[in-house]
């Protein structure tokens, strides 16, 4: 075992390659895809909660201005 | 706080751990990019009861072993699908790649490695930082969070087992 470890302790340290840096780096700054998709997926859905409110008050609004154009007298019960 | 001159300050540290575990380049790089992505994230939690170096030790043998770990399942998956025996075995001799090893002792330092490999994670660990890191038993003690004659005794240990797997690894 003494010769085992002598072995062992011949190994030599090294010096850790540049580009290392550059990768941690560009790593920490990197944004994942599914946090992209998942913005555009709620952005996409504020959108069309927006349009479908938007559209079902104009259908609100054009139901009550048809009654105000309705003759006066249609509204009274005979 | 400056993360390229923390960077530059304990870089070869890491890697040079990180090689000792992995004994291969490619592995390292990956793992040593891991361990500071992580202290990037936890140097501002980092408390100063312990030395900032024993604190980066830790991080980098926990990183270490994970991905010896992760390696390890991959390679199993991989065998169950495609590879035969013979080609497993003579991967591990591909794999090996640690640059700090000189030539006439690459083969002899390969066959303990295997038989390190297949250590327990705290036997492993142990004989990686007294005999290759060449760390006091103090030192050791605060990395791996044991008593000094806790260290002794794991050491021994780890020592018998090794001595086993070598005699093993001789007969064949």
């Not at chain 1, 190994?11 to 992209?36: F, G, H, L, Q, W």
Request: proline residues 2%; hydrophobic residues 40%; positive net charge.
């Amino acid at each position: 075992m003494k010769d085992t470890f002598e072995i062992l302790s011949s190994i030599n340290r090294v010096s850790a390659p540049d580009n290392i840096y550059e990768r941690i780096i560009t790593k920490n700054n990197y944004i994942s895809s599914s946090i992209i998709y998942s913005l555009v997926m709620t952005i996409f859905l504020l959108i069309s909660l927006n349009l479908f409110v938007y559209n079902q008050s104009n259908n609100n609004n054009f139901s009550a201005n048809s009654i105000i154009k309705l003759p006066i007298t249609a509204l009274y019960y005979e | 706080m400056d993360f390229k001159a923390f960077y530059f300050k304990y870089k070869d540290l890491v890697y040079n751990v990180a090689l000792n575990y992995s004994a291969n380049i490619e592995d390292a790089q990956e793992i040593t990019q891991d361990v500071f992505l992580t202290l990037l994230k936890k140097i501002d939690h980092f408390r100063s009861e312990s030395k900032m170096e024993t604190w980066i030790y830790k991080i980098t043998i926990n990183k270490s072993l994970d991905y010896l770990r992760f390696k390890k399942r991959k390679k199993r998956k991989f065998l169950f699908n495609n590879l035969s025996i013979e080609r497993a075995s003579n991967n591990d001799l591909i794999n090996f790649n640690h640059p700090g090893v000189q030539l006439e002792s690459k083969e002899k330092i390969n066959e303990i490695y295997k038989c390190i490999n297949k250590l327990p994670d705290s036997y492993k660990t142990v004989i990686i930082l007294l005999k290759i890191e060449n760390r006091t038993y103090k030192e050791v003690s605060s990395i791996m969070g044991l008593s000094v004659k806790a260290i002794e005794s794991l050491f021994n240990r780890a020592k018998n087992t090794l001595e086993i797997f070598l005699k093993k690894e001789n007969e064949y």
